[in-house]
Nanobody, 119 residues
Framework: VQLQASGGGLVQAGGSLRLSCAAS????????MGWYRQAPGKQRELVAV???????TYSDSVLGRFTISRDSLKNTVSLQMNSLKPEDTAVYYC??????????????WGQGTQVTVSS
């Protein structure tokens, strides 16, 4: 599974960005898809995740500001980020779980896209 993320950039505080991630390659189906981020000097953290059934989970820091969605037919996952804050500055990574019949799902990561929010 290859994951290609796009949509990062530089935005002023209060602005919006939309990240997208497209999965390609050979796979039966994808389970959970999500977005993580890593700021300089910090550990990678969960931002939001969406199941194959559409259930979503958000970190407390983005709840109410970010919205995750997916198109299972196109194998894409998106993250709409509104009311951005300087503390949202990080490299954002998408992750997808490859469903494997009779085996545990296998996680794949995208290459990361930089989001910078200026104050």
């Amino acid at each position: 599974v290859q994951l290609q993320a796009s949509g990062g950039g530089l935005v002023q505080a209060g602005g919006s960005l939309r990240l997208s991630c497209a999965a390609s390659g050979r796979f039966f189906s994808l389970g959970h898809m999500g977005w993580y981020r890593q700021a300089p000097g910090k550990q990678r953290e969960l931002v939001a995740v969406i199941t194959s059934g559409g259930a979503t989970t958000y970190s407390d820091s983005v709840l109410g500001r970010f919205t995750i969605s997916r198109d299972s037919l196109k194998n894409t996952v998106s993250l709409q980020m509104n009311s951005l804050k300087p503390e949202d500055t990080a490299v954002y990574y998408c992750k997808a779980a490859k469903i494997q019949l009779g085996r545990a799902p296998e996680d794949y990561w995208g290459q990361g896209t930089q989001v910078t929010v200026s104050s």
